[in-house]
Nanobody
């Protein structure tokens, strides 16, 4: 069992930056790939970024070059640094864990709202 809690969302102007953090409970954190997903208004949930157990990374096309995912296996955290934010990045961002590098796991956080607006 893995329990995930996100933090760091908020309101930011276009072009600004935010850093999201996901804290995971459970001693098996390091054996799982971790990921961030998002769901915007009227949209389906989509992959933002995924990081494997060897720090291999995969990004959604719309965030490549702007977002960076990282993990700290000692602290059981996975972060998402978001730069050059645009209004289309507005969404609820969810932490996901317990899966492989190729598919999402069964564990989800409660979500954190990111709003990009002038």
């Amino acid at each position: 069992q893995v329990h995930l809690v996100e933090s760091g969302g908020g309101l930011v102007q276009p072009g600004g930056s935010l850093r999201l953090s996901c804290a995971a409970s459970g001693s098996s954190f390091m054996i799982y790939a971790m990921a961030w997903y998002r769901q915007g208004p009227g949209k389906e949930r989509e992959l933002v970024a995924r990081i494997g157990t060897r720090n291999n990374q995969n990004y959604g096309d719309s965030v490549k070059g702007r977002f960076t995912i990282s993990r700290d296996n000692d602290k059981n955290t996975v972060d998402l640094q978001m730069n050059s934010l645009q209004p289309e990045d507005t969404a609820v961002y969810y932490c996901n864990g317990g899966g492989s590098f190729d598919s999402p796991g069964p564990y989800w956080g409660q979500g954190t709202q990111v709003t990009v607006s002038a």
